[in-house]
């Protein structure tokens, strides 16, 4: 599960049983998000303070040997002085400041460290809790210095975003998430930068989603309007957007999402004719842009209904065909030779055939692939 509401107050076991909903690693996502509309603080010191005394009374005297697990009152006072080292050239007290102090921070090590500090502290705060050491939670304020953890992460996402540009992984971010949210933060001086900074907000998704909803991401005019995109935020200083920036960016910005726009129209036209069939239109436009296939567009467009036709026919209830890739290559060759050779008369060379019948066949495997391990 990625993200788990909490609207009520749940106790003991069934607390622990639900949290541990969100604990499970999954692909990519290293841990999940818990949204606490219930307030279940109490609840959940209460239910840690029964599980360590539970977990006391079973080890008896065993229990000096999970001192890992637990720290003594003097153990945590050094680490937050350890920790208080590590933080002492930035502002602690201010979010705002930290916020700004960070965003010149161009060393990955340096905020690696003051991640791994602020990441203890979360730590020690649990850990106080179940100890009932309250002398020590009122000598820090951890839910401040939660929040600066917070800025350092999106700091760090914000130098891994910026190195990573240009790779697959980094795209798909670009298009798939909230980008906004983790480049766009610059210091707010007044009602009209905010009034431009969402409007900017605005047209960044409008943009980010007209490249989300093209269905051909191969395609080489939206690789060029996704190249536009990247190339905006491959600035070294993101976080130092002004609002000179914000309008030239507003400007290109504007101008990719109306291209895009109008890619995902033609898109659709062509694949109304292709009975909204994806895999076909991409197949199609491959084949045009190559240059290769002596054929006028209708020509193309039935042959390949025919072989779409005669692939879907031969696939219905019988789809494991494609667990054997040669013999499913095998049939397509003769089936694009019947369909393109000798009933439309495009004339077919081995090299190009042999392009035709990867296109198809491709589309098919990695459709029936993804299905099979999704």
């Known amino acids: 599960m990625k993200k788990l509401y909490l609207a009520r107050v749940i106790q003991d076991h069934n607390l622990l049983q639900t949290l541990t909903r969100v604990n499970r690693p999954y692909k990519k996502y290293e841990y999940g998000y818990v949204v606490d509309f219930a307030d279940i603080s109490k609840a959940f010191d209460r239910t840690n303070q029964l599980y360590f005394d539970e977990l006391q009374n079973e080890l008896g005297d065993d229990v000096q040997f999970y001192t890992d697990l637990f720290k003594s009152e003097a153990e945590i006072r050094q680490e937050l002085e350890e920790i208080n080292e590590t933080l002492f050239n930035y502002d602690t007290t201010n979010r705002e400041i930290f916020s700004q102090?960070?965003?010149?921070?161009?060393?990955?090590?340096?905020?690696?460290?003051?991640?791994?500090?602020?990441?203890?502290?979360?730590?020690?705060?649990?850990?106080?809790?179940?100890?009932?050491?309250?002398?020590?939670?009122?000598?820090?304020?951890?839910?401040?210095?939660?929040?600066?953890?917070?800025?350092?992460?999106?700091?760090?996402?914000?130098?891994?975003?910026?190195?990573?540009?240009?790779?697959?992984?980094?795209?798909?971010?670009?298009?798939?998430?909230?980008?906004?949210?983790?480049?766009?933060?610059?210091?707010?001086?007044?009602?009209?930068?905010?009034?431009?900074?969402?409007?900017?907000?605005?047209?960044?998704?409008?943009?980010?989603?007209?490249?989300?909803?093209?269905?051909?991401?191969?395609?080489?005019?939206?690789?060029?309007?996704?190249?536009?995109l990247e190339r905006i935020f491959k600035k070294k200083n993101l976080s130092e957007t002004t609002q000179a920036d914000?309008?030239?960016?507003?400007?290109?910005?504007?101008?990719?999402?109306?291209?895009?726009?109008?890619?995902?129209?033609?898109?659709?036209?062509?694949?109304?004719?292709?009975?909204?069939?994806?895999?076909?239109?991409?197949?199609?436009?491959?084949l045009m842009e190559k240059g290769t296939l002596n054929a006028k567009e209708m020509q193309l467009h039935r042959a390949l209904m025919h072989v779409k036709n005669a692939v879907d026919s031969k696939l219905e209830g019988q789809e494991d065909i494609?667990?054997?890739?040669?013999?499913?290559?095998?049939?397509?060759?003769?089936?694009?030779?019947?369909?393109?050779?000798?009933?439309?008369?495009?004339?077919?060379?081995?090299?190009?055939?042999?392009?035709?019948?990867?296109?198809?066949?491709?589309?098919?495997?990695q459709l029936y692939n993804n299905r099979i391990y999704i």
């Open 246 to 286: 914000m309008v030239e960016n507003m400007h290109l910005l504007r101008k990719i999402c109306d291209n895009a726009k109008e890619l995902n129209r033609k898109n659709a036209l062509l694949k109304a004719k292709y009975e909204n069939d994806e895999k076909y239109t991409r197949i199609h436009k491959r």
């Open 101 to 228: 102090q960070i965003a010149q921070l161009t060393d990955k090590k340096e905020l690696l460290q003051l991640i791994k500090a602020l990441r203890t502290v979360k730590e020690l705060k649990n850990i106080i809790a179940i100890n009932g050491y309250e002398e020590l939670a009122a000598i820090t304020d951890f839910d401040l210095l939660n929040r600066l953890l917070i800025e350092a992460q999106n700091r760090l996402d914000n130098l891994n975003f910026v190195e990573n540009i240009g790779n697959e992984e980094a795209t798909q971010k670009l298009l798939s998430t909230a980008l906004e949210d983790i480049v766009f933060q610059f210091i707010k001086v007044g009602e009209e930068e905010l009034r431009l900074a969402d409007e900017y907000k605005e047209t960044l998704r409008k943009t980010r989603e007209a490249l989300q909803h093209n269905f051909d991401q191969t395609d080489p005019h939206f690789v060029t309007l996704r190249e536009e």
């Open 322 to 365: 494609l667990n054997n890739e040669a013999f499913f290559t095998k049939y397509l060759m003769q089936l694009v030779i019947s369909e393109f050779k000798k009933k439309e008369n495009i004339p077919l060379d081995f090299a190009t055939t042999e392009n035709i019948n990867q296109l198809i066949a491709r589309e098919y495997l």
